[in-house]
């Protein structure tokens, strides 16, 4: 490691060349109301697993003033790794309104990631109390590869392809680096094109645990089978919802391919860890179900109306294959198959 550093008063600079790290480090020591002020310009920075963990207690410790000052920030680093998992290229600037005080919200003014298969960008503050104040995050990303993109954070053999773009809203109760999954509440959508999903069980069930974004990360790297044995190619997936008290509510989550589609709504609760899901999975959609593939397709239809538009239709209800109630939790998912001719026989008549 070569490392040189300089000093006058209260201001740093280091410069540092090592395996692990390359660039400048300067920082100017926090004075009567102006906070610290970390300015890094890297190369790359390559952090070991181990060193990661310590790095998270550094930001969120355990007992701490809430109403403390964050660091103003200017961060450049051309290459970040944290264990296995490569980030890419980051770009973040942050800090107060007036960097020599530390009154009013601290804003996330600028946030880029640029990944191998894609990009990020957000904005977001944090407005301190003495409860903790409140934090509030916009995040926008667009998908070109979202295989390589997980690939690259070391989530493997999961999505092939599936170009596509996501956008968020969210906010919840305390300071930017204690998130809160309680009082987590916004709104979330996603789409994605043409793609495969991998290493699928038979049926709806792994796919619908995909659709939980906490379970995706806890599970992604299982042994899953194929609802098709080569896996199941898609044309399109959407989801949206909003999030209240960290429980996200979907009307209709749609996975459409040409071996099936699926379509999925209810309630993920990411506090609990539990499911309350119902699913429809349905066989190919040929030119004679048009009308039902643009009737999933449409995100303003949520599923229950979707089953009562096309259930009494004969010609759409012979393509019906099963619906399923999901429930339980996240790491044991409980699948309720419910026989929808048999239902559809035995309804009352008016």
Excluded at 38 to 44: D, H, P, S
Excluded at 102 to 127: A, D
Excluded at 194 to 208: M, T
């Amino acid at each position: 490691v070569e490392a040189n550093v300089y000093s006058q008063g209260p201001h740093w600079l280091a410069s540092i060349q090592s395996e692990d790290i390359s660039g400048t480090v300067e920082f100017e020591e926090a004075q009567d109301e102006a906070p610290l002020s970390l300015t890094m310009k890297l190369q790359r920075l390559h952090i070991p697993d181990t060193a990661a963990e310590d790095l998270d207690g550094l930001i969120r410790p355990q007992h701490v003033d809430r109403r403390r000052k964050l660091p103003n920030l200017s961060l450049r680093i051309d290459d970040l790794k944290i264990g296995t998992r490569r980030i890419g290229k980051v770009d973040l600037m942050a800090g107060y309104k007036f960097p020599k005080t530390s009154i009013g919200p601290w804003e996330i003014q600028r946030l880029s990631v640029f990944n191998v298969g894609g990009s990020l960008h957000g904005t977001g503050r944090w407005l301190p109390d003495d409860l903790g104040g409140k934090t509030t995050i916009h995040l926008r990303g667009e998908v070109e590869d979202a295989g390589r993109t997980l690939q690259s954070l070391d989530i493997r053999e999961v999505v092939r392809r599936a170009p596509g773009s996501f956008t968020a809203e969210l906010s919840w109760k305390g300071p930017i680096t204690e998130f809160n999954t309680e009082t987590l509440c916004g709104n979330i959508r996603l789409d994605a094109q043409r793609g495969s999903l991998l290493q699928v069980e038979p049926g709806a069930g792994r796919i619908l645990s995909l659709l939980s974004m906490q379970h995706l990360l806890r599970r992604l790297q299982l042994d899953f089978r194929d609802v098709v044995s080569r896996g199941f190619d898609f044309d399109a997936i959407h989801s949206s919802g909003t999030l209240t008290d960290g429980i996200f509510h979907t009307e209709k989550t749609t996975v459409v391919g040409s071996s099936a589609a699926i379509v999925i709504g209810g309630n993920i609760d990411f506090v609990r860890d539990t499911l309350d899901l119902k699913a429809l999975v349905l066989p190919s959609i040929n030119a004679e179900g048009a009308s039902l593939a643009l009737a999933i397709a449409n995100p303003a239809i949520g599923i229950s109306t979707l089953i009562a538009q096309w259930m009494l239709k004969d010609q759409i209800s012979e393509l019906f294959s099963t619906e399923y109630v999901v429930s339980g939790t996240f790491a044991e998912p409980t699948l309720e198959k419910v026989d929808l001719h048999h239902d559809a026989k035995t309804a009352p008549k008016n």
